[in-house]
């Protein structure tokens, strides 16, 4: 049995990564893999739900609580689940698990592996510090997985060996994210459209990459031609006062319905006719994946890995960034060619069956683990059996 340490830190519900963390955890092989999901979490955090998401899977979930962020006696409690769960690999997912998992692998001989997930935050200190700090991190480690070839790109800039960066594209569960055109009308009349509307969904953190300004600048100039629009805009962040002003300001206050965090975003799917994407900075965006296994057309930016995941044209319509105008003409487009739309649509649906499911991104990791494992002299027998499925605190 391999023993295998998913390392992670984040605050609040997390985002994209947590899909990928507790959905490849839920789907590799238990008879050669034992995998512990661990999160660190910072007892101020009164919103934070990742324990509750792992119990409803069922996976073997340990949190580490820090008083704040920079809490040491995390060290021991993290060399103390290590020592007794014998972790032949430990996977760092950010910043500050990356450093903490080769530290760890240092302090017990594992073998040390990152995941990428792409430099997000927009504070000074994350941007002139943490991020620049952690592609020297990463650059030491023997594999790091990134989840773009644009990501790969920045690491091999910073000094990794390009043999130790390996892309591996974000999965989704096509099972779970499935269109079911009888629920179209149903739900929209819930969500008090009519008939006619054309109604615009985008998904995300409103927060400054997600360039939802742009969207919103784009809308209203869309307006005129295309009265029947309306935009549902799912997600929450610092910036969503400021976006809800900007939209009474065009004068499409009325038409813009900001929904907050929501758990049914696969529901709310089935009332868009269009999903749109107007980030100027993504890893490979999880909600372009969803859009695709929704079969819901798709605009999007030309930015990170997402037209690794929808090729231009074949998929979605993939337009450069930070331009509101070139992202007005491609969903006036997409609106107006429901044939075109529909046929992406459906070709992006095939693909997620096909080549981006959870199952295969787990597979292609569970090759880079057993590769990792033969260049270092290992053997699935090294590793000891874990304690007792459940969740628990450290």
Known sequence: MVNVLELRSVRGTGGGPEKTILQGALRHDRGRFAITVCYL??????????????????LDYVEVRERHSFDRSIWSQLKGLAGTRRFDII?????????????????????????????????????????????????????????????RNT??????????VTVLLNGIDPDAFKRDPAKRDLIRRQMGFLPGDQVIG?????????????????????????????L????DGSL????????????????????GHRLDVTALHHAFDLFVQSSEYEGTPNAV??????????????????????????????????????????????LADRKGAAERARAARRRVEHELSFA???????????????????????????????????
């Not at 690491?155 to 130790?164: D, E, K, N, Y």
């Not at 690794?308 to 960034?321: F, G, K, N």
């Not at 590769?371 to 499925?389: M, N, T």
């Open 41 to 58: 979490r910072d007892l101020r955090d009164d919103v934070f739900g990742i324990d509750r998401r792992a119990r409803e899977l069922d």
């Open 91 to 151: 996977h760092g997912h950010d910043y500050k698990t990356n450093l903490l998992a080769w530290l760890l692998a240092r302090a017990t001989g594992a073998i040390p592996v990152a995941t990428s997930h792409g430099w997000t935050g927009q504070s000074s200190r994350e941007r002139w510090v943490y991020y620049p700090l952690d592609r020297q991190v990463l650059r030491r480690l023997p594999r790091v997985v990134a989840v773009s070839s644009d990501i």
């Open 155 to 164: 690491l091999i800039r910073a000094g990794a060996h390009p043999s130790r």
């Open 202 to 230: 985008v998904v995300g953190r409103l927060e400054r990459q997600k360039r939802m300004d742009l969207l919103l600048e784009a809308l209203a100039a869309l307006r005129p031609g295309w009265p029947k629009t309306r």
């Open 232 to 235: 549902v805009v799912v997600g």
């Open 240 to 259: 969503r006062d400021s976006l809800e002003r900007q939209a009474a300001r065009l004068g499409i206050g009325a038409i813009c319905h900001f929904l």
């Open 289 to 334: 994946l969803e859009a695709m296994a929704m079969e819901t057309p798709i605009v999007a930016t030309d930015v990170g890995g997402t037209r690794e995941l929808a090729i231009p044209d074949v998929h979605a319509l993939i337009v450069r960034p930070g331009d509101a105008g070139t992202l007005r003409a491609a969903i006036a487009t997409a």
């Open 360 to 394: 295969e991104r787990t597979r292609q990791l569970e090759d880079i683990y057993d590769q990792l494992l033969a260049e270092h002299g290992r053997s699935v027998a090294d590793g000891a059996a874990p304690d007792a499925i459940g969740v628990r605190s450290a």
